[in-house]
Every structure is written in C-alpha cells, then in structure tokens.
C-alpha cells in the first residue's frame, strides 16, 4: 500500500490568486496522477505528474492554468493558477508502481472555493 | 474516446438487501478495471481491481465481475450494511496507459 498526504486539505482563495497543493508519499512511486472532481461531478484526470521531464496534460487541460512539478519519486505539486469561482473542486493525487495489480492509491484530497 | 457510465446515480437500500451497481464502457481496450469507494470529505479507497483478462474479483463480502466484450462489469455487495453507505465509483485504465478514466458514480444508502 502508499500512504498519501496532501497539503493543504482545504483553502479558501480569492479570484485571480494561485495556489499550490502538494502531494507527498510514504515511499517511491513510479507514477503520480492529478485529478479534479468538481460539486457533484466524479474525477476527471488532468495530467500524469514524471519525474524529471514536463507533465503530461489530459484535453482540456494547459500547463499555464495547471503547472505540475515532481522533483522526485515521492512528491509533486499541483499549482491553480489565476483561479475562477469555476476552479471550485475537490483535487487529488494519486500514485501507482505499476505493480502486477496496478492498484491506484488516492489522497485525502484538498477541497479548494474561489470566491 | 472512452466513457464510463455508471447506473443507477443513486441507490436507497434496507440493511440486509443484497445489491447489484452496474458500470459500462464504450472501449473495450481496457488495460484494468477498478471499482472505489468514495465517502463524504475522503479520499478513493480502492475495492477491487480486475485485470483484463479476469472475469472476476472477490472481497469479503464484494464480488467485481468484469465482460470486456459487452462493456460491462457489476459490483456485488453481499448483505448489505449501513457502513456501505458511500459513493461507489467505476473507473477504467485504457490499454497503453496507467490512467483511469472515471465513471459517474453511484450514491449509495444502506438504511438500519
């Protein structure tokens, strides 16, 4: 099993600000995974967190709005950048080692309201 | 492109019913299949994962099956009980890849 922590768990913002959310896991990891789930919606992936190189962005999704980071194998940072109200959502990390059961592990989330 | 839908969206239960959640998917070029557990203010916690060349899963007192051909795979919930109550969500890995694309979500309430 991972053991997932994020930072913070929850932030009011003001419109136009950013804010970074970590993601930090109990061991190494081989893939790290950004997710977004809005009021009442289920997960939509944005981008695969890699380890030395740029992220990787699912359609609709842009590096300038959502800068990703992931010094090494056991933590990344997502940043919202220039946030709207529509920015509203619960984010999370996820992790997987690729193992022959490919589980994915998820953190607890940071639930984030733009005003 | 793959979609996951996921019936019924909500589901009222007495304790002790024995329950069936249905997922489908429009790809059947699925790497894995994973059903969570999603409860109110947490994280996903994983339930069960079937690979693609399995049928099913068991755990306790769920049971995964998995029809790649149809599209389809059911989640079992044995006896039901209040402690269920949670969001169960459906999620696939498409072949090639180790993301998941996620299905709507089933609300689920077990009534003592």
């Known amino acids: 099993s991972a053991v997932i922590s994020q930072k913070p768990s929850r932030d009011i913002c003001q419109r136009g600000t950013s804010l970074t959310i970590q993601c930090q896991v109990d061991?190494?990891?081989?893939?790290m995974f950004w997710y977004r789930q809005q009021p009442g919606q289920s997960l939509t992936l944005i981008a695969t967190a890699n380890q030395g190189s740029e992220a990787t962005y699912e359609s609709g999704f842009v590096i300038d709005k959502f800068p990703i980071s992931r010094p090494n194998l056991t933590f990344s940072t997502l940043t919202v950048s220039n946030m709207s109200p529509e920015d509203s959502s619960i984010y999370l990390c996820s992790v997987s080692r690729l193992t022959s059961t490919d589980t994915q592990y998820f953190g607890p989330g940071t639930r984030l309201t733009v005003l | 492109k793959q979609e996951v839908t996921q019936i019924p969206a909500a589901l009222s239960v007495p304790e002790g019913e024995n329950l069936v959640l249905n997922c489908s998917f429009t790809d059947s070029a699925i790497y894995n299949l994973q059903w969570f557990r999603q409860d109110p203010g947490k994280g996903l916690t994983s339930l069960l994962l079937i690979q693609s060349s399995q049928r099913e899963q068991t755990s306790g007192r769920l049971n995964a099956s998995l029809d790649k051909s149809s599209g389809r795979s059911t989640l079992y919930i044995a006896a039901s009980q209040p402690g269920d109550s949670a969001t169960y969500l459906c999620a696939v890995s498409p072949s090639g890849t180790y993301k998941y694309i996620f299905g709507t979500g089933t609300r689920l309430k077990v009534l003592a």
């Open positions: 061991s190494q990891v081989t893939m």
